[in-house]
């Protein structure tokens, strides 16, 4: 639909929820838009409420290297598909507290943690994070009733509330119970992270893609792989040099971009985008690029419970305990943590729950699946330097493109959050009469991906500014999770759209005085 | 199957998330090795019988028909097929099953002394190999799904907002 050499065209890269996001915020505002996105799209019809095939479809599986405490063979679970991981998202869209954003100066000086503030405060956010929630038609928010317990939420509330628990309730979720604005309402189908096949729950696939489409000012291309963002010497972006689905190489030029591939794929763009004035990546200028990378410190407990509870029935993350989300030191960690609901399926249960187990002591726990109940632990990872996202020095994959390494190093904070948070879940689970428990410790990729470009009001220390433009390159914007200096206990989705709604009201306000 | 490795792709399956995966992607190979239940079966020199006796004492469900065990020991075998496979580790594997089992055929044994013997192969490259392998596959099947109470795709009958997903009984 646009022409390669058109450089009034914005290029947008990534189409999920930051990506899609500002692509739409920018067409329905007039703004011609180019969405590159490496992944297929699928129709509604693609996706079947099935774990195991929808993780062959969807998934991001090009190689990736983890090391230290990430997975060493798949660090990172991300999605490559229209939509990203807004496909593979729970929907759970709490928003970060305000004292979360003022994390060094309410935590204090921590030992081997880079902390910041962030440069903007939780006010300055809050109008967006409104317009987020009307946008996605959040629970609990707008008038919009929460949506009902499921019995694996009902386990949660009665053990929370025998611990003395009261901030329980079945979360602020992106998931209609009705119909609403052109898409389901939701059946209860469990398994939100493998696709809604009603739409139920938001996706930029079928909400923020669609309705650009409609503007006429939006061209999605999909199987795009963007390989190198292109600078001039006055440092403007002039446009991204991309592999498209027959594998030929492409140049569309820019008036402007937007990068928003997930943390692993906004890093290795900006690594990879090397030129003599930033021989360390683009907008490197502070080698702050793909360090300080988070991922929130997640574990589980499953428990064989005394009657049934069929927690593979209904929404996964649909219900929380936020009375532990407070920062309180005296439990031993800074930082707090969420409790919430979360299922999973038989084989992802065989293949962690009973690590080296066999024989009849590993089928009897699984013939109890019936009865299992799971609470998830979801706490605030402090930013270490070390903890980094990197480029092979020797692996290429298919693209040619070097193999991205994730090193994550676990702070000392980590572990007593572990396990005074694991403690308090075995005590609701015993209070209910749990038979048995079984700890998900360091089993999980990393959904949540974060920091890795920082806002900041340093050049010297951070990649972005409170905009999320880049300190370097006036005419590039990072626009996704890679912006958050500091990452609280919250699902990071709504802050990410939160980020970007209000970063695409500065993009418009500058392209309306001619700055852009 | 070319942007990503067979192998790295079953390390990933089997070994680190399980996902489970496995299913999708192979769909092309398990096919073929379904097709091949009977007679014509590539000659891999695999005792594909004594595979599945050893998937099953691995992960004995008494409700479980042996068909399934077999076929899932028949995967693994497809999945060790052809240039990255490795056909020799589960041949070897299973000579040395049958070295434990004192001159005879180590399936030919009764249940306990067939697990003494695999006992003293659990610390083999063999062992490793298979037990992750094993369990990916089997939890993925149906007859283990109907067993343990899993209902799987759900969209056919609507989810299961009218339909249980909130009847618990047994909480105070």
Same mark, same amino acid.
């Given at each position: ?119 903007? /405060? *939780?006010?300055?956010? =809050? ?5 987020? +929630? ?5 629970? !609990?928010?707008? &008038? ?123 890093? /290795? *763009?900006?690594?990879? =985008? ?5 021989? +360390? ?5 502070? !080698?702050?690029? &793909? ?123 980590? /572990? ?101 | ?172």
């Amino acid at each position: 639909m646009f022409e390669l050499d058109d450089d009034n065209v914005a290029v947008v890269i990534g189409s999920g929820a930051g990506g899609g996001t500002m692509a739409n915020q920018l067409a329905q505002n007039g703004i011609k838009v180019v969405c590159l996105e490496a992944g297929k799209r699928m129709a509604m019809s693609d996706i079947v409420n099935d774990d195991d095939v929808m993780f062959g479809k969807f998934t991001w599986l090009d190689e990736r290297i983890g090391e230290a405490g990430a997975l060493p063979d798949f660090p990172v679970w991300t999605c490559k598909t229209v939509g990203g991981s807004t496909m593979h998202w729970t929907a759970a869209t709490p928003r970060l507290q305000a004292h979360e954003m003022q994390a060094k100066s309410t935590y204090g000086l921590i030992d081997g943690a880079n902390l910041v503030d962030w440069p903007i /405060r *939780l006010e300055e956010l =809050s109008p967006y994070y409104a317009k987020a +929630e009307l946008m996605l038609g959040v629970t !609990g928010t707008n &008038g919009i009733p929460h949506l009902p317990g499921s019995n694996n939420y009902k386990v949660l509330e009665a053990g929370a509330r025998n611990l003395g628990y009261k901030d329980i309730d079945t979360n602020n979720m992106a998931i209609n119970q009705q119909p609403r604005d052109g898409r389901g309402g939701c059946l209860q189908l469990g398994f939100c992270s493998s696709g809604c096949a009603t739409g139920a729950k938001w996706s930029t696939l079928y909400t923020e893609i669609t309705s650009a489409e409609k503007t006429g000012n939006f061209e999605l291309r999909s199987e795009c792989m963007a390989v190198r963002l292109l600078a001039d010497a006055d440092n403007r972006v002039t446009g991204v040099q991309y592999l498209d689905a027959t594998g030929t190489t492409r140049i569309q030029k820019a008036r402007f971009v937007c990068v928003a591939g997930n943390a692993p794929e906004t890093t /290795r *763009l900006l690594l990879n =985008s090397r030129t003599d004035r930033f021989p +360390e990546g683009l907008a490197n200028s502070s !080698g702050q690029v &793909g360090r300080n990378y988070m991922r929130h410190v997640i574990t589980a407990l499953v428990g064989i419970m005394p009657g049934e509870v069929h927690f593979y029935k209904g929404a996964q993350v649909a219900g929380v305990v936020r009375d532990e989300t407070r920062h309180d030191p005296g439990r031993g960690f800074h930082g707090g943590f969420q409790l919430h609901t979360v299922n999973f399926t038989p084989a992802f249960l065989a293949n962690t729950m009973l690590p080296g187990k066999w024989g009849k002591e590993f089928t009897d726990v699984m013939e109890q699946y019936r009865n299992l109940a799971a609470v998830m632990i979801m706490g605030e990872d402090l930013p270490v330097p070390d903890s980094r996202i990197t480029l092979h020095p020797q692996r290429k994959d298919q693209y040619g493109l070097p193999v991205t390494v994730v090193h994550y190093q676990h702070h000392s904070n980590n /572990r007593a959050m572990i396990n005074y948070a694991m403690d308090r879940a075995r005590k609701m689970f015993e209070s209910l009469g749990a038979t048995r428990l079984f700890d998900l410790v360091d089993v999980f990729p990393a959904t949540h991906n974060m920091g890795t470009a920082r806002m900041g009001e340093d050049p010297a220390t951070s990649v972005c500014d409170r905009w999320g433009r880049t300190h370097d390159i006036g005419n590039l914007y990072i626009s996704d999770g890679s912006l958050f200096p500091t990452v609280g206990c919250e699902n990071p989705t709504i802050t990410i759209i939160a980020l970007v709604l209000r970063q695409a009201e500065h993009i418009l306000d500058k392209i309306t005085h001619n700055e852009l | 199957m070319s942007a990503i490795s067979r192998r790295r792709l079953i390390t990933i399956t089997a070994n680190v998330i399980s996902v489970a995966a496995v299913a999708g992607p192979y769909l092309p190979a398990l096919a073929l090795a379904q097709d091949n239940r009977t007679g014509t079966v590539p000659d891999d020199g695999v005792d594909a019988e004594a595979l599945a006796t050893l998937v099953h004492d691995l992960f004995p469900h008494e409700a479980i028909a042996a068909e399934v065990y077999t076929g899932i020991a028949r995967m693994i075998i497809a999945q060790e097929q052809g240039a990255a496979g490795d056909l020799m580790l589960l041949q070897t594997g299973l000579r040395q099953l049958n070295e434990q089992a004192g001159g005879q055929e180590w399936r030919s044994l009764d249940a306990s002394q067939r697990l003494q013997a695999l006992n003293k192969i659990a610390d083999t490259e063999f062992f490793k190999t298979v037990l992750p392998r094993s369990r990916a596959l089997l939890y993925l099947r149906p007859e283990i799904w109907q067993l343990v109470g899993y209902g799987g795709n759900a969209l056919q009958q609507g989810g299961y907002l009218t339909r249980g997903f909130d009847d618990i009984d047994w909480l105070n």
